[in-house]
């Protein structure tokens, strides 16, 4: 049975907040865009590595402008350890690997939300590797990998 979205705000998660988490929620914005809802949807870094004011890599921005979707030009990445609001104020939290999932329940008591690594929202297992040092073909391989798990986690529900 198909059932209604339930969520008013979604969290994706990756390492530091430059390629996949923002490819992810580039695509959220779009989807919910397209289908008149009010979803807000927002991303960030939870490693070490993490930091604030960061670029989102240039590679991610045109994989997504191939299938129709800009990424801002002015965003800068979120480092979570900074900004723990981002957490707290959100219904979903979905992370790209089972380490960025472990990493945000070591940092911050998660377990009042719902928290899934793309593959689980997706019904499967598994992650999405990072595409940095992998040239255009590689972010090519992550951004289809998250369209698939998404859109396979978004297709529970009814648009």
């Known amino acids: 049975m198909v059932k209604k979205f339930p969520y008013k705000s979604i969290l994706v998660v990756c390492s530091v907040n430059t390629a996949r988490s923002r490819m992810a929620e580039g695509f959220l914005k779009d989807f919910f865009s397209r289908h008149n809802l009010n979803v807000v949807v927002k991303s ?17 921005k045109l994989v997504m402008e191939e299938i129709g979707i800009k990424l801002p ?10 900004h723990p609001e981002f957490i707290i104020d959100v219904d979903l939290i979905l992370t790209l690997t089972e380490k960025h999932k472990t990493e945000l329940m070591k940092f911050i008591n998660v377990n009042y939300k719902e928290i ?7 019904g499967s297992s ?11 073909e590689g972010f090519r391989i992550a951004r ?11 297709n529970k529900y009814s648009f």
């Open 44 to 60: 960030g870094g939870i490693s070490s590595h993490a930091r604030d004011g960061m670029l989102i890599s240039m590679d991610a």
């Open 73 to 82: 030009d002015n965003s800068a990445s979120i480092d979570l350890k900074k």
């Open 116 to 122: 899934f690594t793309l593959k689980e929202f997706a």
């Open 126 to 136: 598994g992650d999405i590797k990072d595409p940095s040092m992998k040239e255009i």
């Open 144 to 154: 289809d990998e998250i369209l698939d798990s998404l859109l396979k986690g978004l």
